[in-house]
Antibody, heavy 123, light 111 residues
Framework: QVQLVQSGAEVKKPGASVKVSCKASGYTFTKYLIHWVRQAPGQGPEWMGVIHPNGGSTLYAQKFQGRVTMARDTSTSIIYMELNSLRSEDTAVYYC????????????????WGQGTLVTVSS | QSALTQPASVSGSPGQSIAISCTGTSSDVGGYDYVSWYQQHPGKAPKLMIYDVNKRPSGVSDRFSGSKSGNTASLTISGLQAEDEADYYCSSYTSNNPPWVFGGGTKLTVL
């Protein structure tokens, strides 16, 4: 079965960086886009970016350009999301989510989600 | 502030029907049939309930349905059950960056 398993909770100080991982299993890793979505306490989700595991191409939300990096390791089927220059407003649960595909064409819906990783930014 | 506007809360009694609205613009909800709805229980990841405005993934109850008119999409839940109590979020593909936007969420209470 499809599973996305994320790394554990992190506590960081302002200005630091955090790297969250997302291990995929149960499907062909290179055939599906992986998105990162975050959700601050009591708020709606916010899209951060997407990576194509086949080739590693990325697209980031303008808001995070220059501060976020997404990468993948095809040998271990792991996707990484690193966010730099952390501030208190970055405190949120970070999710990886798979975009489904039909006949190799992405279908614009997030069909599987990781369990989430709480990142707390506090001095 | 979320890009898509949803009511903060709705409520209904078991067996009743409720609808949750999601208002965007012609650049997102009104411009594409890529509206999705997600259910989220406390402390859990979102679960896809509706995609492409009105389609249900395998395994989702047919009590859940979706529709769209202009820049507003709607999720309807009929025959409310206790386990439907959760937060619901709409999402839409957009012509801008970011290419996906979400609503602020609606808390459904089953009385």
């Amino acid at each position: 079965q499809v599973q996305l398993v994320q790394s554990g909770a992190e506590v960081k100080k302002p200005g630091a960086s955090v790297k969250v991982s997302c291990k995929a299993s149960g499907y062909t890793f290179t055939k599906y886009l992986i998105h990162w979505v975050r959700q601050a306490p009591g708020q709606g989700p916010e899209w951060m970016g997407v990576i194509h595991p086949n080739g590693g191409s990325t697209l980031y939300a303008q808001k995070f350009q220059g501060r976020v990096t997404m990468a993948r390791d095809t040998s271990t089927s792991i996707i990484y999301m690193e966010l730099n220059s952390l501030r208190s407003e970055d405190t949120a649960v970070y999710y990886c989510a798979r975009e489904g595909a039909e006949r190799a064409v992405p279908n614009k819906r997030f069909d599987y989600w990781g369990q989430g990783t709480l990142v707390t930014v506090s001095s | 502030q979320s890009a898509l506007t949803q009511p903060a809360s709705v409520s209904g009694s078991p067996g009743q029907s409720i609808a949750i609205s999601c208002t965007g613009t012609s650049s997102d909800v009104g411009g594409y049939d890529y509206v999705s709805w997600y259910q989220q229980h406390p402390g859990k990841a979102p679960k896809l309930m509706i995609y492409d405005v009105n389609k249900r993934p395998s395994g989702v109850s047919d009590r859940f349905s979706g529709s769209k008119s202009g820049n507003t999409a709607s999720l309807t839940i009929s025959g409310l059950q206790a386990e439907d109590e959760a937060d619901y979020y709409c999402s839409s593909y957009t012509s801008n960056n970011p290419p996906w936007v979400f609503g602020g969420g609606t808390k459904l209470t089953v009385l």
